[in-house]
């Protein structure tokens, strides 16, 4: 049986975040051929709706709404379930991002339904959908699906879904006038403490530092290579802790959980709660002056030395052949 | 404040996980209170201290989870909740726990109820937000500071790195992210106290939900462990030579640049 999936599409500093593109992949796999709809929640979002559509979108709605232009629960909830209740879809997909996060439990409430959450990997199509995802950080995997027919319910990793090749189609976007009122959250400010730029979430290469940086100015080198190779940079909880970076940085069990296509190790040993927040990576390279650090057993290639011998000569050779 | 904090008990983070039949063997496993929970009950124990009232810990589980309740009272908790569906609920979800956890909250006149952000074992990060839609009241999620004025609520929250600053009123739940507070250690004379303080048990019966209300919406089909890495290479020779070879390995071999 297929499925008509409404996806809920996000934008980050004026852009679409990848994992929408990737969430609507997913969605194709799930429709098993019927319709996959689109949806932009914002203040002026309107504007994305083709981008949508070139990316495998065969339908965009979207909810504009001067109380959208932060995403509270409220106000996201309410305009989402206003295009449940339109659209009637039998799948969900999110992007497992803060809004995801957020959001998704109370839609998956109000639907009385399961929702499967951070999903890295989808086996079969329609009705046969059976989604994988990590749990013990990552330290095993679970196939899960939904029990009963219901509103099928997922929220993908970033990172994970490859997205579809990028075509021009055309596509119908409409917007639905919905009423936002009884806002309980109201916010007042955000304050950027992530670096501008590349999403350490979404980044397909991450420099990532621990207490071997020895100090705030030793992350210089590794934000070097990062910015060559367009990447983001990383860091222990140790590195954190010594105040060598800021907690945004943090990957591990508390922290961000990241799978990059490529992940360089700087001066980081490897501790158990580290890797659970790194080990999926899909390459792993390793520099430590220790040749006995834990993280070599993840790395798939190794090099033992001081991390500012190397990693200035590793931005030199890329350099060289990029 | 009539304060409630939702608390899972998990494994060890340190564990080795096995895998047999399809599933996680517990044998012999160290739990513990969820990592996040923690956070939860420090700033529970926190804001009773500077508004007073009460603060009660609840989990779900089998008998084995006194422990961890016994470990929250003795960090500071006034009262432990044990909903015991050892002998009622074969299959648990997102949706039974937090259905579960809702009915039980739903007379109580809750002011604030905290919950960790996630729990490091299933770790969907659902049943808060999901309690929270079922008692209808607001929810903030992944906090790293709570401050209470009268009827205001000021909250600094994580989102995905930066900080977002936010108004909202009470009743409220929240859960808590990293960077919320240091819990503390229970103290000798709190694991003494804690023995004497009240950790009611309760079944489905007693909150009046039949089994059929809480069946799973999910099911797990399998469990596995991912396949093993083989053994990485360690490169060899001087260092300029090293990362010349790596740039090499990474665009030819491993094909990520």
Do not use: W
Request: proline residues 3%.
């Amino acid at each position: 049986m297929s499925k008509k999936v409404l996806v809920l599409g996000e934008t980050r500093e004026g852009a679409l975040r990848n994992v929408s593109f990737e969430a609507i992949a997913a969605a194709k796999k799930i429709s098993g051929g019927r319709e996959v709809v689109a949806v932009l929640l914002g203040e002026a979002v309107s504007e994305f709706g083709n981008e949508l559509i070139a990316y495998g979108a065969d339908r965009v709605i979207t909810v504009e709404h001067p109380h959208l232009k932060s995403y509270t629960s409220d106000g996201y909830g309410q305009a989402f379930m206003a295009v449940v209740d339109q659209e009637q879809p039998e799948a969900i997909v999110f992007g497992h991002t803060a809004v995801g996060k957020d959001l998704s439990p109370k839609i998956a409430s109000k639907l009385q339904t399961g929702l499967i959450s951070d999903v890295t990997d989808i086996e079969g199509e329609g009705a046969d959908a059976v989604f994988i995802r990590p749990i013990y950080s990552g330290k095993a995997f679970e196939k899960v699906k939904l029990k009963e027919d219901g509103v099928v319910f997922i929220s993908v990793r970033p990172n994970n879904i490859a997205p579809l090749e990028r075509e021009e189609r055309s596509g119908d976007v409409s917007s639905l006038s919905v009423d936002i009122t009884n806002l309980r959250t109201i916010i007042k400010n955000v304050v950027r403490k992530s670096a501008e730029g590349v999403d350490l979430s979404e980044a397909k290469v991450i420099i990532a530092g621990g207490r071997g940086v020895k100090s705030k100015d030793g992350f210089e080198p590794l934000q070097e290579l990062a910015d060559l190779l367009g990447g983001a940079v990383g860091a222990s909880r140790g590195a954190c802790d010594a105040d060598y970076c800021d907690y945004s940085l943090q990957i591990g069990q508390t922290g961000k959980v990241v799978t990059p296509d490529l992940y360089i190790a700087a001066g980081i040993s490897g501790a158990i709660q580290h890797m659970a927040g790194m080990s999926n990576s899909k390459v792993i390279v390793a520099i430590n002056k220790d040749p006995e650090a834990n993280i070599f057993k993840v790395a798939d290639y190794g090099i033992v030395g001081d991390l500012f011998d190397v990693i200035p000569l590793l931005t030199e050779e890329f350099k060289k052949v990029m | 404040m009539n304060i409630y904090v939702l608390v899972k008990r998990t494994f060890d983070t340190e564990e080795k996980l096995v895998v047999s039949g399809g599933q996680i063997q517990e044998d012999g496993a160290e739990f513990i209170i969820n990592p996040y929970d923690e956070y939860a009950i420090e700033e529970a124990i926190t804001v009773r201290d500077a508004h007073g009232g009460e603060v009660t810990v609840v989990t779900i589980g089998d008998e084995e989870a006194e422990k961890q309740l016994r470990t929250a009272l003795a960090m500071g908790a006034d009262k432990a909740v044990l909903i015991n569906t050892e002998d009622d609920v074969e299959e648990m979800d997102q949706f039974t726990a937090a259905y579960i956890l809702a009915e039980y909250l739903k007379d109580k006149e809750a002011d604030l109820i905290l919950a960790g952000n996630v729990a490091i074992d299933g770790g969907s990060g659902q049943v808060g937000p999901r309690v929270a839609d079922l008692l209808d009241i607001n929810y903030v999620t992944t906090i790293t500071s709570l401050e209470i004025e009268g009827e205001t609520v000021k909250i600094v929250r994580d989102i995905e790195g930066d900080a977002e600053e936010l108004e909202t009123s009470l009743p409220l739940l929240v859960t808590a992210q990293q960077g919320l507070n240091e819990p503390r250690y229970p103290s000798l004379p709190g694991i003494m106290k804690a023995k004497k303080k009240p950790l009611e048990e309760l079944e489905l019966d007693d909150l009046d939900i039949d089994e059929e209300d809480v069946e799973a919406k999910t099911e797990t089909i399998e469990v596995y462990l991912p396949p093993k890495k083989q053994a990485g290479r360690i490169l060899e020779g001087e260092i300029p030579s090293q990362v010349s070879e790596l740039v090499s390995l990474l665009r030819s071999e491993a094909k990520v640049i």
